[in-house]
């Protein structure tokens, strides 16, 4: 089973996004691979957060392209707008999705077979956080493990 975090109460999950990239990436231990992480959701948002992964911070870099960029296979940070996208197979990326959609993957099995961790961004919306509570439900249905991190506390 997959660890499922869903990070809850999020304002701005762009914003969080950049964030949360910037922290999984660095925690890699000296000497180790890069973690890889594989960045879902609306094509509109991830053209706003492909913009913001290079302007957040002045001292990060977070290499990162399009899922159906040529370099995909070689970046650690992926941007894909769907679950479905005929190139999500081809890369070899799996060890983090960050979902910052409204809709529940298709094949759940087969993606949590792929990766240990995903993380669901839900934010204060109230379409998203209902959205959100539903694969919530889904997820435990399914028998994963689910940790919820409350953002409003923050």
């Known amino acids: 089973m997959a660890r499922i975090d869903f990070h809850s109460n999020v304002a701005n999950k762009l914003e969080y996004a950049c964030r949360l990239t910037r922290k999984i990436w660095s925690a890699t231990p000296e000497g180790h691979p890069v973690r890889n992480i594989l960045i879902v959701g609306d094509a509109a948002d991830l053209k706003k957060l492909d913009e913001l992964l290079w302007s957040f911070s002045d ?46 993957p298709g094949d759940v099995s087969a993606l949590v077979a792929r990766f240990p961790r995903i993380v669901e961004v839900v934010t204060i919306n109230e379409a998203e956080r209902l959205a959100g509570r539903e694969r919530f439900k889904a997820y435990r249905e399914l028998g994963h493990e689910l940790h919820n991190f409350d953002q409003s506390k923050s």
């Open 59 to 104: 001292v990060d870099f977070l290499p990162h392209c399009s899922i159906h960029d040529e370099a995909a296979p070689d970046t650690p940070i992926v941007l894909s707008d769907s679950f479905a996208s005929p190139s999500f197979d081809s890369i070899p990326h799996a060890d983090v999705i960050i979902h910052l959609g409204m809709h529940m």
